[in-house]
């Protein structure tokens, strides 16, 4: 029930509810699971406080903090707070990297400026991981960058070109 309720809290762009759900759980007595901390990054994401967001990472248990689905989430969330370094330690150490991570990791080293970092990475990931998802955040990160010509190379080689992507472009 509580998860549902972030998710819902999450999903209306009301990333302070969540938080204050999780607080109210703690006060409860209620053990968070793991969608539970899913949500917790995901609100975090959404606020993008890199001190807020320490704080209540801080509380989760290191045992959460090694799955896959938690680690690229909170890739994405150092990512949106400015914390590239932290985003790179997490995607280091992830022991099954997937096109999510990968993506992950792009779209934070777009949104804090680093393009090349970003191209370097999109060249380094399997060619069948590739998505949609993965070239609009290379093309965006390309876009904020200025990198025109790696841009349009990626454009051109890649594989699938959905409304999306020509957007991105």
Known sequence: MFGA???GFNKENN???T???FNEMKISGIKPNRIIYLCLIKALS???DYSLCKSFIEEIPN???IDNQCQTALI???GKSGCIDQ???IFAKMSQLDHIGYTAM???YGLNGMGTQAVELYHQMPLKSKNEVTHVCVLNACSHSGLVDEARSIFQNAQIKTLKIFTSM
Do not use: E, V
């Open 5 to 7: 309720m972030m998710s």
């Open 87 to 89: 985003a790179k330690q």
């Open 76 to 78: 994405d969330m150092y």
């Open 19 to 21: 938080l204050s759900l």
């Open 63 to 65: 045992h959460f903090l």
């Open 46 to 48: 959404q606020i993008g």
């Open 106 to 108: 792009i779209n934070s």
């Open 15 to 17: 990333p302070f509810k």
